[in-house]
């Protein structure tokens, strides 16, 4: 299964909602997860189930989506949001990730 | 609180063999799936494989079979990612993150270990 990641890069301002599309070659029904990556740190889970925030998550951050598209979204830019998104499936045991959407001030 | 601690950063050569570990602390991970996760320089994340510690099953990914090994030990509460000849191409930082059965997303990560494979 392959994820498709759109844009791959986004340049927004705080206070700005944005969104990332994750796009999979096949219907993965919802097991889709969210992660964001800072640069030289480990990922960390947003949102799994496509829309199910994991705990601690600020209420900002939203999934949607089911079967083979799916988006996440940022309803006010902070300043510690700009980072790089990464999307992964869990339908297939591969566990395949998109190529990531780095998220930069504009 | 169950955290995953992986071992220093290593620089080794071409051809050296390499034992990077994660150990699991607190309870949930025996009973937990145990994944590696590559990380180029600059580029994204790709599943390696993973393994469950209480009995060791393991699969891998196609594109790493046959080019790591991924191991455990479960008295030890320790996950290894082993190879046997490195290469330059497997400069990468790599990390271990929990799955709670498979497939599953990964829902705790440890901080990463950067490998340098350079002569």
């Known amino acids: 299964i392959q994820m498709i990641q759109s844009p791959s890069t986004l340049s927004a301002s705080v206070g700005d909602r944005v969104t990332i599309t994750c796009r999979a070659s096949q219907n993965i029904s919802v097991w889709l997860a969210w992660y964001q990556q800072k640069p030289g740190k480990a990922p960390n889970l947003l949102i799994h189930k496509a829309s199910t925030l994991d705990s601690g998550v600020p209420s900002r951050f939203s999934g949607s989506g089911s079967a083979t598209e799916f988006t996440l979204s940022i309803s006010s830019l902070q300043p510690d949001d700009f980072a790089t998104y990464y999307c992964?499936?869990?339908?297939?045991?591969?566990?395949?990730f998109g190529q990531g959407t780095k998220l930069e001030i504009k | 609180e169950v955290q995953l601690v992986q071992s220093g950063a290593e620089l080794k050569k071409p051809g050296e063999s390499l034992n990077i570990s994660c150990k699991g602390s607190?309870?949930?991970?025996?009973?937990?799936?145990i994944a590696w996760v590559r990380q180029k320089p600059g580029k994204g994340l790709e599943w390696m494989g993973n393994i469950y510690p209480a009995d060791s099953d393991t699969t891998y990914s196609p594109s790493f079979q046959g080019q790591v090994i991924i191991s455990a030990d479960k008295s030890m509460t320790t996950a290894y990612l082993q190879w046997t000849n490195l290469k330059a191409s497997d400069t990468a930082m790599y990390f271990c993150a929990r799955q709670v059965t498979i497939p599953w997303f990964f829902d705790l990560w440890g901080r990463g270990t950067l490998v340098t494979v350079s002569s």
């Open positions: 992964q499936e869990y339908s297939s045991f591969s566990c395949n």
């Open positions: 607190g309870s949930g991970f025996t009973n937990s799936w």
